[in-house]
């Protein structure tokens, strides 16, 4: 940490001030797998962005991006829907995603081991980010 702020003390700065806030949380039909929706307000200067993870039921998410199956910002009616055990649905109306995983593995569950496939699924038939015109 000390490193960190010597190299980049503006960026070891605002990273103490990100805010995560856990807004949907849906168990998995087998009631093995918690999606996870985290807001995260990474401060003044920045949009707010979205995440989702796939966690063991009752789990914590990790506060590293990096276990997010999907990050994006400006997730506009973004949304988690299990269609069938190891099947999730992630919908949105608009947004600009950055980060997508269609394959989640873990040996985190108490099953030892766990798959689950995760899709996009926008909800608008023609253009989820950019307007027709190109756009944005």
């Known amino acids: 940490m000390i490193v960190r702020a010597v190299l980049n003390p503006l960026g070891f700065l605002f990273s103490l001030h990100i805010d995560r806030r856990e807004i949907t949380r849906l168990t998995s039909p087998d009631q093995v797998l918690d999606a996870v929706v985290v807001e995260v307000n990474p401060g003044a200067f920045s949009s707010y962005f ?4 796939l966690v063991p039921k009752g789990g914590k998410t990790k506060t590293n991006p990096d276990y997010a199956i999907f990050r994006a910002i400006r ?3 973004l949304q988690v829907a299990w269609k069938r055990t190891h099947l999730l649905d992630i919908t949105y109306n608009k947004a600009h995603i950055y980060h997508f995983c269609n394959r989640w593995y873990s040996k985190d569950v108490q099953s030892g081991q766990d798959l689950a496939e995760v899709r996009l ?3 608008s038939p023609e253009f989820s980010y950019l307007k027709s015109d190109g756009t944005v």
Do not use: R, T
């Not at 979205?50 to 993870?53: C, K, L, P, R, S």
């Open 121 to 123: 699924v926008p909800l």
């Open 75 to 77: 997730a506009d009616g």
């Open 50 to 53: 979205y995440e989702v993870h």
